[in-house]
């Protein structure tokens, strides 16, 4: 079997870590199987680094921070090269240059493009573990670019990808996926497999387990996706392609408290307001949510929206410097709100799904704001301070703890 | 003009010199002039880097160990172009792989080998000040291969070769090449210039201010180097081919204490057997200095010679192992010796200079008790404990002082 396996930073942290993680490999390459290890900075290397560039100035050049924080992910792979081969197991450290991992240019945030396998699999060939640096790419311009934070992710996914291997696994500090956060719902149960539209929406959510555009290029790419502990020994839950039999009505329930609603009041009532307000919004790069029209005053249009709670404050300037053109009359907004999700394949050919999930929060007395729908999900608006007792109702409403 | 600076690691220590240097380079950039500037690793990042790997294994490989040392001048670089662009002026960070510089496999004692000067030249013609990693290459594996401590100046030489600069500034932590070290010959004076042939002997004899393959380096491209301080604006010392007329008899007083003195006794005199000798040390990398042959008791010969004190243990070590087949009847080393060199280029026409080298000790009352010549140099060891006093006298005794 050809394993990729990826660890993030606390994995890393330092030197035990980093035996561990070496005795983990080397468990797998003694067993026959071909191994590739991704890894990300040690700890906290990426924030001092950080630390550094701002010490210098307030606004660095993306550019020059992109070539500062890919050497986190360097001086992690050449220790832990150095930790495989002192137990006595060949390993080598590449970095994007020496495997040409393409990527776009966008310095920060650039997308993987293409890994090339020639050299990977040329010391593979030579029985060694090879060990990537994650997290980074070169661009067309021959210069680093990251991926963004949790890009390490994507790295393994690509690189599982280009050398074809057999299962991609990516080390958190959680066994699996869960039916809910087993923080807040203490019942919650682990999944063993979960399809890729559902992850992408629970990712998408705020479920914080895998990098969105990993699970993106997973399914796109056939990836086989582990997600396992890198603290025990526990299988995981595997992201696959699921087929109809396998598809559960619900697989789980999601929150997120970082979530602003905006709402833009006295709009004209005529065909393309709407649009030119979420054109406009969408030019300067916000991401908008859930989306609710409705009447307002006097032949007016209200419309609410959720974005980020850390778009917020970009969203409000954006309206307010076009709050004319777009014939707005009044701008508000509120942060004390959450999106509870509930998430399943099996919900696309079982209209009741909706119905059930807010019978459940009713009956907890949770008032829903908003709604919004994808084939594989059904979010909902609530007040901030009712999300735990919310997951809880939803969770046991569908008897996910069974 | 071209010109290319290099700053060492204590230049670029902290924020504050980072500053220091980022103003320098803009300084000779508003003068209109391209500006190149080769850095190495911040302050002891270096040595930190190589606990890191101690902590890791006590005997690391080395090609893991260059993968390691080398993200040190790609912060040290991503740190200086967000420092000069800061000030306003465009700069980008560039290391071996982004400009193509090519160096020999030898992991952690690489030599240079080409430059590509394309990525450079594009970004000088884009006015941008280019700032490169020092101390790294890449060699034919795609590896990293660093070219050992000091190496950096060699990087700025080769870099000013490749892209014909009309000069290379060695910043340092003095002002320029000195009569002696003013830190014991008070009244050593500053040289305006000197040869490369000079500089390289001073260099090999521990003046410690300039690397010596950079030399060797800049003499072959015909690069003129100029050694600077990094703390003042002092014009410093030139180095470069100097004209017949220009040569002066005697340029510089040089010691060494890092000698020791080795001597194997009662060889067979037959012919090849000194060759053997040291043949057998070539083999283990062990460089000979000084060497001097005697007469010793029954028909047998005697051989005395110097070696860097780091390479004591092992020079005896191997003579140890190769004693029968050296027919060596003892071994002994003396540590408490030193090496007083007097450099110039216009000795090689003027007989009378050893002469006078050893008078000047001679009236000091210092005993001599090896001599070793080339072209440019006279080396003569002592004991360890007259080495200031020689410095001073062999200064005096040149006129040195004017």
């Not at 001086?75 to 495997?99: H, W």
């Not at 640096?133 to 890009?151: C, P, V, W």
């Not at 032949?299 to 980020?308: L, M």
């Not at 919900?347 to 059930?356: H, L, R």
Request: charged letters at 25%.
């Amino acid at each position: 079997m050809l394993i990729v396996k990826k660890f993030g930073g606390s994995s890393v942290a330092d030197q035990e870590c980093i035996f561990r993680v070496a005795e983990r490999c080397i468990e797998d390459y003694r067993n026959g199987n071909e191994v590739i290890v991704v890894l990300s900075a040690m700890g906290d290397t990426t924030d001092q680094l950080i630390e550094k560039a701002k010490n210098i100035t307030a606004r660095p050049s993306k550019r020059e921070m992109d070539m500062l924080l890919t050497t986190g992910e360097q001086v992690s792979v050449s220790l832990m090269a150095m930790a495989i081969n002192s137990l006595g197991v060949p390993a080598v450290s590449l970095n994007a240059f020496q495997i040409r991992m393409h990527s776009t240019s966008a310095y920060g945030s650039a997308r993987m493009k293409r890994v090339e396998a020639e050299r990977i699999r040329h010391e593979l060939d030579s029985k060694k573990i090879v060990v990537i640096t994650g997290f980074q790419g070169i661009n067309k311009y021959e210069d680093y670019s990251t991926l963004g934070r949790g890009g390490s992710d994507t790295t393994a996914v690509a690189i599982a990808a280009a050398m074809h291997a057999d299962t991609c696994e990516i080390y958190t500090d959680v066994d699996g996926v869960y039916t809910a956060d087993p923080r807040v719902v203490s019942n919650a149960r682990k999944l063993d497999t979960i399809s890729y539209d559902e992850m992408l929406e629970l990712a998408s959510l705020g479920a914080k387990v895998l990098h969105n555009r990993s699970v993106e290029m997973a399914k796109k790419y056939g990836v086989q996706l582990v997600v396992r502990s890198s603290m025990n020994r526990e299988e995981g839950t595997v992201v696959k392609e699921v087929g109809k039999l396998e598809k559960m009505l619900i697989s789980g329930v999601a929150s997120d408290k970082n979530t602003s609603r905006i709402s833009v009041i006295g709009i004209d009532d005529k065909p393309g307001v709407a649009f030119k307000i979420f054109n406009t919004l969408a030019k300067n790069n916000i991401n908008v949510d859930i989306i609710l029209q409705s009447v307002g005053r006097e032949g007016t249009k209200d419309i609410s929206f959720t974005v980020a709670q850390d778009d917020r404050d970009a969203t409000l300037e954006v309206l307010e410097k076009n709050k004319e053109i777009l014939t707005i009359q009044e701008i508000s907004y509120e942060d004390n709100v959450a999106k509870i999700s509930i998430v399943g394949a099996g919900m696309m050919s079982n209209p009741g799904v909706a119905a059930q999930m807010f019978e459940a929060l009713f009956n907890a007395n949770i008032n829903i704001s908003m709604i919004s729908t994808s084939e594989v999900r059904i979010t909902v608006l609530i007040d901030e301070n009712d999300v735990e007792r919310a997951m809880r109702a939803v969770h046991d409403g569908f008897g996910l703890a069974d």
